[in-house]
């Protein structure tokens, strides 16, 4: 099967060029200039389909490297499945996402990882890898950090929040950063004092302080950027490379910027909630409306300033990926848990399918340029998780994972218009976007064409992945 798609501009992270690209079974087999006679007079004529992208932005598939499907949190688990999470992703042109297994305290990291490729397997509309979230740092699961690295799963999440849940201190992250040093393996960090936390929660909640606004306020800036500092320091003292997940307060990024400037490998992930939503406007809403945005690191206040900040970062470079950290619940049965106490809310928004469509929007206002739309939401993942040349590029021997992007489209978010996440209501209700996701290709197979899915479960394919090509 071989597909051309002409006429358009492939966008990548480096420039702009008018360029065909012919895509031979799952690859991408040649990149030429619109007309050239180089594979043959008349290409067009000479392949299975044709697709015309005249006029629109030809860009690689996103690649998600934050996502939750059916993470088990709060009481309940995330509300999509690997079939309806990434059926989600494609409509919204990811072609990949990296989902993280789950070791809690007390299993054994090999039966977590186990649990996942069984949800995992033969379910997914677009490919995936995982990452491992180690829940318990001791001898075992150091040593299996090791299998892990060689298995293709080279990335590992610690959290310094949620005690008796996911927390590790500070000699367990130091020992985990010790063995990634050895092994090659990218840190990655949830960064809030989780047990600062925890006391101005039971304060709060014993001053009466129920509502959602309340985990907003119980999580102020200087628990996440204390985190991110100390995080910084045991990284520097180790060695290891680190990833600071889901980043929302200015500080903690001036912080890690000041790092970076000093040339430690210290890389910083924010998600679309943070540039855009705000603790006043989202997290406030009146009643229990705002628990659709409880996540953790909360929203910020935009009276501080933190989403113009973010922006600023995202060009500066100290910011390197835009990930969604989807993980959605719904509020009936789910964010209700938390009704009357606010720290039972399960933590989690759902974004898999809008992470393109809301960056774009920074280039409409120009606060990043189309090239670093690209690089932010898939070149440079791609690159950091071990994918890079087969994702998050366009170029001959790459996946054909493809996006066709309509600047001159548009697409109404909203539950009832445009959603397919398993969820009862959209975070992002309302949100006009400039520009549409017209057409998805994942390794060769159309899977979204005018408004259609034409994709599947199953069609996804695991993604053993390789060291993150930032360290090496
Ligand atoms: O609120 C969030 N972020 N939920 C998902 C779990 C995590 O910490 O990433
Ligand atoms: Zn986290
Ligand atoms: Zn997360």
């Not at 697709?51 to 499907?69: F, N, Q, R, S």
């Not at 949800?119 to 001791?138: E, P, R, S």
Request: glycine share 12%; net charge negative; charged share 20%.
């Amino acid at each position: 099967m071989t597909t051309l798609i002409s006429g358009g501009t492939i966008v990548s992270a480096t420039g702009q060029v008018k360029a065909d690209v012919l895509v031979d079974g799952e690859t991408i087999a040649a990149v030429v200039a619109p007309g050239s006679t180089a594979l043959g007079s008349d290409l067009a004529s000479t392949v299975d389909t044709v697709i015309d992208a005249t006029g629109k932005y030809v860009i690689p598939g996103g690649v998600d490297g934050h996502t939750h499907m059916e993470l088990p949190f709060g009481g309940t688990n995330a509300s999509d499945t690997f079939e309806t999470g990434t059926t989600a992703a494609a409509w919204g042109g990811t072609t990949t996402i990296i989902d993280f297994a789950v070791q809690r305290t007390g299993e054994r990291v090999q039966d977590g990882l186990a649990a996942w490729h069984e949800k995992a397997a033969g379910n997914c509309a677009i490919d995936y890898g995982f990452h491992q979230i180690l829940g318990g740092v001791d001898d075992d699961s150091l040593k299996a950090m090791d299998e892990l690295v060689a298995d293709g799963i080279t990335s590992v999440k610690l959290f310094m929040a949620y005690p008796g849940v996911f927390y590790s201190d500070d000699g367990q992250i130091l020992r985990a950063m010790q063995q990634a040093r050895e092994n090659g393996a990218l840190i990655m960090m949830h960064a809030e004092n989780g047990m600062a936390i925890d006391v101005l929660v039971a304060q709060a909640l014993a001053r009466g302080e129920t509502d959602p606004i309340n985990h907003g306020l119980t999580r102020p800036w200087e628990t996440e950027e204390e985190a991110t500092h100390r995080a910084i320091m045991l990284a520097r003292l180790t060695g290891a490379p680190l990833y600071i997940v889901h980043m929302s307060a200015k500080q903690a990024v001036a912080t890690l910027a000041e790092a970076r400037d000093q040339g430690y490998n210290v890389f910083g992930e924010t998600c679309p909630q943070y540039l855009y939503l705000s603790l006043e406007e989202q997290l406030g809403a009146p009643g229990f409306e705002g628990a659709k945005w409880v996540c953790s690191t909360p929203l910020r206040s935009r009276a501080e300033g933190h989403q113009d900040e973010l922006w600023r970062y995202l060009r500066t470079g100290d910011l390197s990926v835009v990930s969604t950290d989807h993980c959605p619940f719904c509020m009936k049965e789910q964010k209700e848990l938390g009704v009357g106490d606010f720290s039972k809310i399960p933590n989690g928004i759902g974004s898999v399918e809008h992470r393109l469509d809301l960056l774009y929007q920074g280039v409409v206002m120009g606060e990043i340029t189309l090239e670093r739309w690209v690089e932010l939401c898939s070149t440079t993942p791609a690159r950091m998780f071990g994918l890079y040349g087969r994702k998050g590029v366009i170029e001959p021997g790459a996946d054909a994972d493809i996006v066709v992007y309509d600047p001159q489209g548009h697409t109404s978010i909203g539950y009832e218009k445009t959603h397919h996440m398993n969820m009862d209501h959209s975070a992002w209700e309302g949100f006009e976007i400039d520009g549409h996701v017209d057409v998805v290709m994942s390794r060769g197979s159309v899977v979204v064409s005018e408004g259609e899915f034409r994709g599947g479960k199953g069609h996804g394919k695991y993604l053993k992945r390789g060291l993150s090509q930032y360290l090496h």
